[in-house]
């Protein structure tokens, strides 16, 4: 079957009409991917995947990297469900996904099982979009810079807790430098950004801090976002590699529950 898809906004975030055991067929997966590539953000209104429904799906799209339990990650500011939960702060700034290491994951997949009363909409900003928007005397100006990236600095941003047991395991993953400008094999460009880029290799703070934030304020524009109203079942994919994402804040202890599987990466960074 051909996948049937209508765009949200125009330039990131496509709704896919299907049902549950239309996914499973591994023609429908390929073509998922290639829509997931060139729209940033794909989602499911309703449709109540299982669990076990959903890994097979990311199975017919990439290589799952291990998680949770049988692929699937508990994303929950519960403390008794999740251990680390206080970490889970970090994911109400703007950010990608493995930037600590050498190859990012790819892309994830997001189910509601259960949503807090409050917030927990999810927003994505399309990198790629933002960065070909770019004016040509911006794109000039940043060819060739590079940017460290820091856990450290992303968990003091989002305002967590620093205790010397915390300090220790943020400083536990190195520091990783990367192209602030990726330009990946397909020949596409995407800025490397959000709460985790710490400063611009041999640029003086001030003007370093300036950049950052007026790229980051420059990718997170309306014309570049798609803000996700969740409803329970619905299903998010989404390009780690050239979207940045973010949720508005929830309370701790408002029981919202995500399943999450994801996709490991295949491509370093540049």
């Known amino acids: 079957m051909a996948v049937q898809a209508e765009n949200l906004t125009p330039t990131i975030g496509s709704q896919v009409f299907c049902r549950p055991n239309?996914?499973?067929?591994?023609?429908?997966?390929?073509?998922?991917?290639?829509?997931?590539v060139e729209r940033g953000v794909l989602v499911f209104r309703a449709l109540h995947l299982e669990d076990e429904q959903q890994v097979q799906l990311a199975g017919m799209m990439g290589k799952l990297r291990p998680e949770g339990q049988k692929g699937i990650f508990k994303v929950t500011l519960d403390n008794e469900v999740n251990a680390q939960a206080e970490?889970?702060?970090?994911?109400?700034?703007?950010?990608?996904?493995?930037?600590?290491?050498?190859?990012?994951?790819?892309?994830?997949?997001?189910?509601?099982?259960?949503?807090?009363?409050v917030g927990g909409q999810t927003g994505f900003a399309n990198s790629y979009a933002a960065y070909e928007a770019l004016p040509r005397d911006m794109k000039v100006r940043l060819e060739g810079l590079r940017v460290v990236h820091s856990f450290e600095v992303s968990m003091m941003r989002a305002d967590v807790g620093r205790t010397d047991a915390n300090v220790a395991y943020w400083r536990s993953i190195p520091e990783k430098t990367h192209s602030l400008v990726w330009t990946h094999q397909c020949g596409r460009k995407s800025l490397v950004i959000g709460c985790h880029a710490s400063h611009v290799v041999g640029m003086n703070r001030e003007e370093s801090d300036a950049l950052l934030a007026e790229l980051l304020e420059w990718v997170t524009q309306p014309q570049f976002t798609y803000w996700h109203e969740w409803t329970p079942g619905d299903l998010l994919i989404w390009d780690n590699t050239g979207v940045l994402h973010r949720a508005e804040p929830y309370p701790f202890d408002s029981g919202r529950v995500m399943h999450r599987t994801t996709l490991l990466g295949e491509e370093a960074f540049a």
């Open 87 to 117: 970490y889970l702060k970090g994911s109400f700034l703007w950010h990608m996904d493995g930037t600590h290491d050498d190859v990012p994951v790819f892309a994830s997949l997001l189910t509601g099982r259960k949503l807090s009363q």
């Open 22 to 36: 239309d996914l499973l067929d591994p023609v429908v997966g390929g073509q998922l991917r290639q829509l997931l």
